[in-house]
């Protein structure tokens, strides 16, 4: 019933609590995501359930600077938008996006990567990127032997992409469009992706047909957007129906969610009130117009550039019975981006072609036989794949042996990237003297290109061949732009139109807030691209989304504040304790106490009866005789574990099959704890660790310093009597977080006097050169003693310290400062660096938690996104046991005396050593 035609417009669809205009991925997700809540909600879309040519005729626009694609190619009126032609690519800002860059004239968002990590996990759940994993866990688990020597650090970092699928199958497109060629100015713009990304239409009218409260208004064209007192209020629209009417709705909450073009285009429309539009009182609306363009950079002739491919092509990741598809690109380092002042961006593959594989070949012809598809055509792909059995039995090898995706066969294939645009008041959407048959102006786009643009493609340019030839890799040819106008002379937009209704603090360089809502317009607020602070290089859609997850959030807050009580917009998880001990109420009491609107507390199962009452007590929770008991009654999410007999407990509660977070170490028996994660991986359980030194307000700061390339190109990082044994560890390889591997390891015990215990130092090698100091002792006086307890970053450019005293021979040494309310509860962290003031705050401020209760805090947090959201947690059972590998390395070469060991000792070898000691001692 909620799905109506306009036409059949009634008196009684007049009034509404809120209006979103737009059915594509932004406005559905809104609905999406207060279809529980009371609120009557009204989407309007211009177009019907399918598109029709005369509704897509009001896309046209004049364009009057650099050409843009045609808009019949890629924009789309109805339900579900443009998500109904889209390829599927998706990935996640990097933290440069957000921050402000002193090379660039205007930069800098509102908010903060980590005010938007949550939603961008969530985003990952609409989009069909389920399992997902984070850019961390993906560049560990997906990596290959062919990833072992590394591009250069210094001037790439890794990319990540994920595709959208709404059948659980990670099934791609092997080829951009076969009907395409190179010379297509819109071959790019279908290059490979999912054959079935989630369309957003088709994944929510079922809902919506079943609601009560929120209502889809089909072939609504909104003409104008209303406000009261002069334009400071929105009081509702003018809607167009089919058959040329216009009625007026009325809402106190306005969300314009219909493109980059159209958003704009109702603003400056809007002109009963306010003649320049609203939202236009300082001329804002409809600058920074930026989008993506795609830069070729080489290319290769068939079948060529097979390594590259290779380290470029789809990677496969099986959780839960869904599989999803993964591919790694490169971006330009931050570091070099600010010392070279350049912008953002990233390369990828693109091939053309038509021969897939033979394995692909078979098994198409196997789902079209299986599909009662064409039987001719089936037959003709089953027997094209068994003409090559010697491609044939590389591509088995590939995909059953080694567990890759098998290689195409491409007539051509491109590398090229997508370069950030710079913001340009000038390159503008603005309202053209001509109409659309309904009388509304056309917008007339005049998108403009810049030299720091090309700049930046050249120089990534150089720098792929470059890099190219340093790791033996064949060369291809190169692109033949070679000045600003060959450059820009073939290049088209991508269909992402960005930052026309920008976000900003200062409503002189902005349209919209951090909450989106349209500065000096209460309650009319914009979603989509449009509202971008900065473009980036990566594709929005993910971007989106998750900033519809966050408008949703805010608009249940403020609508609720006039009821008695707010709406939750997602379930609690459950959680039921395992543990009743000094940490559990010392550190976990008060953590959960803080996400208490996130988890809830079920029961707790104990040895002791009386510490289980008091815990249970405490939280307000039951009491349950044992973990099974608690797991198979309590109904709950995951098990948080913490015990003293890991190994013995931790084996046992996996085999129950419920989540886990557990306390670390994972293992105190290498053997064991190998045999633990292999069969926790087996049964694809998800498992976090409370490993909480790497995620401590101060370990956090300095992670995003060095993400930023605040102090340059990192290469080292030492521990020094800061964090004990795998404690250190874990941080230290968290602080460097590099796409490499640690190879080796270099380790001795001495004796200092006056420390009572002994002194463990190690040198952990990475492949690349870079390196991490971890020396520890038992002796908690050995600061004293010693030099102060410090954890030290090092850069090219200075030292990241957390402790006062430390003394270097670099030029710069920065040291955070530490912001605490009256009563002592930390507010932030911030230290100066070269990018400019580098922040950290603290999402808990009010609940008086220590350093080390934050952490536990963030990590149950991130456990409970995890669960719900099949995504990774934050420190899982592979970090852990990873830790304890290094350890027990640095223990094989202190017995040696130092000697360098590689990583992943024998056990077995180890205890016969320890064995033949014993004897020979005897």
């Not at 009204?42 to 399918?50: M, N």
């Not at 599989?323 to 971006?331: A, C, D, I, T």
């Not at 089953?382 to 010697?390: D, F």
């Amino acid at each position: 019933m909620p799905v109506l035609s306009f036409s059949d417009y009634q008196t009684s669809f007049q009034d509404f609590d809120l209006i979103i205009v737009g059915s594509g991925p932004a406005g559905l997700t809104i609905a999406h995501s207060l279809r529980a809540s009371p609120f009557r909600i009204a989407i309007l879309e211009s177009g019907g359930i399918e598109p029709t040519k005369d509704i897509e005729a009001l896309n046209e626009i004049v364009s009057v600077g650099h050409r843009r694609a045609n808009p019949e190619s890629v924009r789309r009126r109805c339900v579900g938008g443009t998500s109904t032609i889209w390829t599927g690519r998706c990935g996640m800002f990097d933290a440069i996006d957000y921050v402000r860059r002193d090379w660039l004239t205007t930069s800098g968002w509102p908010i903060d990567i980590d005010d938007m990590a949550g939603q961008v996990r969530r985003a990952g759940d609409l989009l069909g990127l389920t399992p997902n994993l984070s850019v961390t866990h993906a560049l560990r688990d997906l990596r290959q032997p062919v990833d072992s020597r590394a591009w250069n650090a210094d001037l790439l970092s890794p990319v990540v992409w994920q595709f959208s699928v709404r059948d659980g199958q990670a099934s791609t497109e092997h080829f951009a469009n076969s009907m395409d060629s190179p010379a297509d100015e819109l071959a790019i713009l279908r290059h490979s992706g999912r054959k079935t990304p989630v369309d957003f239409g088709r994944a929510h009218v079922g809902w919506i047909r079943q609601s009560e409260t929120v209502f889809l208004f089909t072939h609504a064209t909104v003409h104008e957007v209303l406000a009261e007192d002069t334009g400071k209020m929105v009081s509702g629209l003018l809607v167009r129906g089919p058959d040329g009417r216009i009625r007026k709705l009325t809402a106190s909450r306005v969300v314009l969610a219909c493109g980059g073009i159209d958003n704009t285009r109702l603003l400056l429309a809007s002109r009963s009130s306010k003649p320049a539009g609203l939202g236009n009182d300082h001329d804002q609306v409809g600058r920074y117009l930026t989008d993506h363009t795609f830069t070729e950079f080489r290319s290769f002739g068939p079948g060529a550039a097979r390594l590259l491919r290779r380290r470029f092509a789809t990677r496969l990741y099986r959780q839960s019975g869904a599989v999803q598809s993964y591919s790694f690109g490169l971006r330009l380092s931050p570091a070099l981006q600010r010392r070279e002042g350049l912008l953002n961006a990233s390369v990828h593959l693109v091939e053309f072609g038509s021969r897939t594989n033979p394995l692909a070949s078979i098994a198409s012809g196997v789902r079209s036989l299986r599909g009662d598809r064409n039987l001719v055509e089936a037959a003709n792909s089953i027997v094209q794949g068994l003409a090559h059995p010697v491609a044939l039995c590389e591509n088995v090898a590939d995909r059953f042996v080694l567990g890759r995706t098998a290689l195409n066969h491409p007539d051509r294939t491109v590398m090229g990237g997508s370069v950030e645009q710079l913001l340009n008041p000038d390159s503008r959407i603005r309202l053209s003297d001509r109409t659309d048959r309904f009388g509304m102006p056309l917008p007339e786009i005049d998108w403009r290109l810049s030299e720091l643009e090309y700049r930046t493609a050249a120089r990534f340019r150089e720098i792929l061949a470059n890099e190219i030839s340093r790791l033996g890799m064949e060369a291809g040819n190169g692109a033949s732009w070679n000045d600003f106008e060959s450059w820009r002379e073939d290049l088209i937009d991508l269909a992402h139109p960005m930052c026309t209704t920008r976000m900003s603090d200062d409503p002189a360089t902005g349209v919209v807030d951090a909450n989106c809502q349209v500065h000096g317009v209460e309650g009319l607020f914009v979603a989509g691209g449009s509202v971008f602070s900065t473009p980036g290089h990566m594709n929005p859609t993910q971007m989106i989304v998750a900033l519809a997850l966050r408008l949703a959030e805010h608009l249940n807050t403020s609508m609720s504040a006039r009821r008695t009580e707010s709406v939750p917009l997602r379930p609690k998880i459950r959680i039921g304790l395992v543990g009743a001990g000094d940490r559990i109420q010392r550190v976990y009491a008060p953590a959960l106490a803080a996400v208490s609107d996130r988890i809830e507390v079920v029961g707790v199962a104990a040895r002791r009866q009386l510490s289980a009452e008091q815990v249970a007590s405490k939280m307000g929770c039951a009491v349950f005789p044992d973990a099974e008991t608690l797991v198979k009654e309590g109904r709950i999410d995951f098990l948080v574990v913490s015990v003293s007999d890991n190994d013995a407990t931790y084996a046992r509660l996996a085999h129950l099959g419920c989540p886990l977070f557990l306390e670390t170490p994972i293992c105190w028996s290498l053997f064991k704890g190998r045999k633990l994660v292999k069969q926790m991986k087996k049964a694809q359980l998800t498992v976090g660790l409370a490993e909480q030194f790497p995620f401590l307000p101060q370990a956090r700061l300095q992670r995003k310093v060095v993400e930023l390339g605040g102090i340059g190109i990192v290469k080292s990082a030492t521990n020094n009597l800061a964090n004990y044994d795998y404690h250190g560890v874990a941080r230290l390889r968290r602080a460097l977080d590099i796409w490499d591997e640690i190879v080796s390891v270099s380790a001795r015990r001495y004796h200092v006097t006056g420390v009572q215990a002994p002194i463990d130092e190690a040198l952990f090698h990475y492949r690349s050169g870079a390196g991490l100091v971890h020396r520890f002792t038992t002796d908690d006086n050995a600061g004293n003693v010693l030099e102060p307890a410090s954890f030290i970053v090092d850069g090219d450019e200075g030292q990241l310290t957390d402790a006062s005293g430390v003394t270097s021979g670099q030029a710069s040494i920065f040291r955070p400062q530490r912001i605490e309310d009256a009563s002592g509860d930390l507010i932030e962290l911030s230290v100066e660096t070269p990018v400019g003031k580098v922040r950290w705050r603290n999402p808990f401020v009010s609940y008086g938690l220590t350093d080390e209760q934050i952490a536990v805090a963030t990590l149950l947090n991130e456990m409970a996104e995890a669960v719900s959201h099949a995504g990774s947690p934050a420190y899982d059972a592979v970090d852990g046991l990873n830790d304890v590998e290094l350890l027990a390395a640095m223990r094989a070469s202190q017995i040696r005396g130092g000697r360098r060991m590689g990583i992943g000792v024998s056990v077995v070898r180890e205890k016969l050593r320890k064995l033949y000691g014993k004897r020979n001692a005897t």
